[in-house]
């Protein structure tokens, strides 16, 4: 079960990566409203996430329960704040810190 948890994870991020490629998408110029949405970094993101969603299916299929899953998926609110200070250069601000601690306290809560 372990490595079940270990593939949530690393699916969790590699969504939180993707919303990295669709926000670069986002501060690019594009000729057209069809080259915005249909450009490498917006369909790269789209692949990753239906990559994202089969893993899901699996885990889900091994054992994993939906609620588990669910309280897994929050790490994403942690995660792509810290990818967009690293990649973005963002400001993380007391109200995001804020945010993410009662996420966390949040996960904590329902695991106890």
Do not use: D
Request: with cysteine; charged share 10%; hydrophobic share 60%.
């Amino acid at each position: 079960m372990m490595m079940e948890y270990l593939f949530v994870v690393l699916g969790i991020l590699a969504s939180s990566m993707s919303q990295m490629l669709l926000k670069a998408s986002s501060k690019k110029e594009h000729q057209s409203r069809v080259s915005e949405i249909l450009n490498p970094l917006v369909l790269t993101s789209y692949g990753v996430f239906f990559c994202v969603l089969l893993i899901n299916i699996w885990v889900m299929s091994r054992g994993l329960l939906l609620k588990e899953l669910a309280i897994l998926e929050a790490l994403g609110y942690i995660f792509v704040p810290m990818l967009s200070w690293f990649f973005f250069k963002e400001a993380i601000t007391r109200a995001t810190l804020l945010a993410i601690t009662f996420i966390v306290l949040g996960l904590i809560m329902f695991y106890l």
